[in-house]
């Protein structure tokens, strides 16, 4: 009778997990890059906040020199912080194919190309956890696009660097990771 037993609570078992392994949601594979590239910013947000409160809080001043240093001594500070910082550690590979297949479609439009190609740089050598060029404007990215792509914290934004879409820290002016060939 025990065997009976233990052969029956078995079987219901096994068939309860064979049921509940076929009624478990599928997982949405956007998702679960969207929510990757969010813990990814929030961990640089994180970064740049410890790299923020280890400063002297900056007093509010209209000269632009000043502001300028306490950006510089930022961006010096998260460099530092993120000295192994490469290519791909925010827009891994499948991050990078799947904002292509969000962007291109979007910069199809003509009035997206026109604002794109309108303050786009064009190409210069750039790298991660550098600061972007003074001297090189920063490129507009259509409303469309925008809306296309997840929405960034503040003081994070997306800008074209030639046909590349670059992700920039404002508050620092540091190149934080890029996709190369976003656009064609």
């Known amino acids: 009778m025990t065997r009976l037993f233990a052969a029956v609570a078995c079987a219901t078992l096994v068939h309860a997990s064979a049921v509940s392994a076929q009624h478990k949601p599928a997982v949405n ?3 679960a ?19 923020d409160d280890s400063a002297p809080p900056l007093k509010k001043t209209p000269e632009p020199a000043e502001i300028r240093a306490a950006q510089d001594a930022l961006g010096e500070r998260v460099g530092a912080a993120r000295t192994g910082a490469k290519h791909g550690d925010i827009f891994t590979p499948e991050i990078s194919a799947y904002f292509r ?7 199809k439009n003509p009035g997206a190309k026109d604002l794109i190609k309108d303050d786009n740089p064009g190409n210069f050598p750039f790298k991660v956890n550098t600061k972007y060029p003074e001297k090189e404007p920063l490129s507009s990215v259509p409303p469309n696009v925008l809306k296309s792509l997840p929405q960034l ?6 800008r074209f660097v030639g046909k590349h879409l670059i992700l920039r820290d404002a508050r620092a ?6 996709i190369p060939n976003a656009i064609s």
């Open 173 to 178: 002016n540091l190149i934080i990771d890029y």
């Open 33 to 51: 890059l969207l929510a990757d590239f969010k813990d990814r910013i929030d961990k640089y947000v994180e970064l740049r906040k410890k790299a």
């Open 101 to 107: 297949h969000l962007v291109r479609p979007e910069v």
């Open 153 to 158: 914290p503040k003081d994070i934004e997306y």
């Open 29 to 31: 594979p956007h998702a």
